[in-house]
């Protein structure tokens, strides 16, 4: 992707750093595969059946990083909801700025729209989604992840901050 000097410029570096990280990221041609009922009872496997075929995370809150820990110095996250489907949520560096998006999951992508924190501007980015086989996931929820991130369980009241100001 080449960009002009005065589009440059504009940017700030946490913007670039959040441009380069997302465009860097490739899309992964996943194989939904289905849980079969005797795995699981018939409802849970509806459930995990369209969750896999939709490629998409249940609604909740979500946290991904670029590192295993969180809050790590130097290292991308994004804190995230889902709400049927539609997302909401920030990119963000500890102890920077960070940047606001929504979006949805289309095929086997997170399609995000990035507003820039200070001239409100959008751009569109794709992180593509990479869905466990049925075996992997031992017939729970599959822990569905984004490509070049890594799912964090704790959620910081900080995070959570950053999710409200986005939501």
Same mark, same amino acid.
């Given at each position: 992707?080449?960009?002009?000097?005065?589009?440059?410029?504009?940017?700030?570096?946490?913007?670039?750093?959040?441009?380069?990280?997302?465009?860097?990221?490739?899309?992964?041609?996943?194989?939904?595969?289905?849980?079969?009922?005797?795995?699981?009872?018939?409802?849970?496997?509806?459930?995990?059946?369209?969750?896999?075929?939709?490629?998409?995370?249940?609604?909740?809150?979500?946290?991904?990083?670029?590192?295993?820990?969180?809050?790590?110095?130097?290292?991308?996250?994004?804190?995230?909801?889902?709400?049927?489907?539609?997302?909401?949520?920030?990119?963000?560096? %500890?102890?920077?700025?960070?940047?606001?998006?929504?979006?949805?999951?289309?095929?086997?992508?997170?399609?995000?729209?990035?507003?820039?924190?200070?001239?409100?501007?959008?751009?569109?980015?794709?992180?593509?989604?990479?869905? %466990?086989?049925?075996?992997?996931?031992?017939?729970?929820?599959?822990?569905?992840?984004?490509?070049?991130?890594?799912?964090?369980?704790?959620?910081?009241?900080?995070?959570?901050?950053?999710?409200?100001?986005?939501?």
């Amino acid at each position: 992707m080449l960009f002009n000097k005065s589009v440059l410029t504009l940017l700030t570096p946490l913007s670039l750093l959040s441009l380069s990280v997302i465009s860097g990221l490739g899309i992964l041609n996943s194989r939904p595969s289905l849980a079969s009922d005797r795995e699981i009872n018939r409802h849970q496997g509806e459930l995990f059946a369209q969750t896999i075929t939709n490629n998409k995370l249940p609604n909740g809150t979500y946290l991904y990083g670029s590192s295993h820990q969180p809050d790590e110095i130097g290292q991308e996250y994004m804190v995230f909801q889902v709400h049927q489907g539609e997302i909401k949520g920030a990119l963000y560096m %500890p102890h920077s700025e960070f940047s606001c998006f929504t979006g949805k999951f289309e095929g086997n992508q997170m399609m995000m729209s990035v507003i820039h924190p200070y001239d409100g501007t959008r751009n569109d980015y794709s992180v593509a989604l990479q869905v %466990p086989s049925t075996v992997a996931s031992n017939g729970q929820w599959p822990d569905i992840s984004l490509q070049g991130f890594y799912r964090l369980d704790d959620i910081s009241l900080s995070d959570q901050k950053i999710l409200d100001t986005c939501s």
